[in-house]
């Protein structure tokens, strides 16, 4: 079974750009959650798709929004980028439904690199 | 800060030998799940121990979960230069929103 594909997997971007990144996750499964990791805050949770419906979300700025489409594949948008901005995006599918053995654990993507200057 | 807090935050040891690492969280949880990234790269999920477990074995890993004290432990044994990474607890309550620690980066030397 394939893994969670993310592309692109690098990016490069300036100030006040706008970035989509885009997350495929293993087949079947319905929730993609997206984190964002820099070496100062670590990996922290941005928000969770599932079923086409935000589920959960971080606390992060109106300019980090995303989707799901009906093929459970999420795209996350960032606008007005900040410098700050620069980090490594993992996405991250799971089943995300009661039961199942491994319903719970999250399989992450490579990862999508943003440089932004 | 939403994060836990994880120790030692780099570990240095020989190949053959055992890595323990610690990771401690603030809010009661569904399960505890540890993770391992090469480089910068992609999470590898390694092991999750869910909340009524006290410890769980993997392999080469074993894991131990102290709700009374919101703390796990992860160790390694017997390991090897492959093991070279940066490791991460994920703690998880409701929904499927993962809290990580900071991580602990362990190099094992050959």
């Known amino acids: 079974k394939a893994g969670v594909t993310q592309t692109p997997r690098y990016l490069i971007k300036t100030r006040g750009q706008q970035v989509t990144l885009s997350c495929s996750p293993i087949?079947?499964?319905?929730?993609v959650s997206w984190y964002q990791q820099t070496p100062g805050q670590g990996l922290q949770f941005l928000f969770e798709y599932f079923s086409e419906t935000q589920r959960n979300k971080g606390n992060f700025p109106g300019r980090f929004s995303g989707r799901q489409f009906s093929n459970s594949r999420s795209e996350m948008n960032v606008s007005t980028l900040e410098l700050g901005d620069s980090a490594l995006y993992l996405c991250?599918?799971?089943?995300?439904?009661?039961?199942?053995?491994?319903?719970?654990?999250?399989?992450f993507g490579p990862g999508t690199r943003l440089l932004v200057l | 800060s939403q994060q836990g807090e994880e120790d030692p935050q780099a570990l240095s040891i020989q190949e053959g030998e055992n890595a323990t690492m610690n990771c401690s969280y603030k809010t009661s949880i569904n399960n505890l799940q540890w993770y391992r990234q090469n480089s910068g790269r992609g999470l590898v999920h390694l092991i999750l121990?869910?909340?009524?477990?006290r410890e769980k074995h993997s392999g080469r890993l074993r894991v131990t979960l102290d709700t009374s004290k919101k703390s796990s432990s992860l160790l390694i044994t017997a390991s090897r230069a492959a093991d070279t990474a940066s490791y991460f607890c994920?703690?998880?309550?409701?929904?499927?929103?993962?809290?990580f620690g900071g991580g602990t980066r362990v190099l094992v030397k050959p």
């Open positions: 994920a703690s998880k309550a409701a929904g499927n929103k993962l809290t």
């Open positions: 991250a599918s799971s089943l995300g439904l009661a039961g199942g053995k491994d319903v719970e654990t999250q399989y």
């Open positions: 087949s079947g499964h319905r929730s």
């Open positions: 121990i869910r909340s009524n477990e």
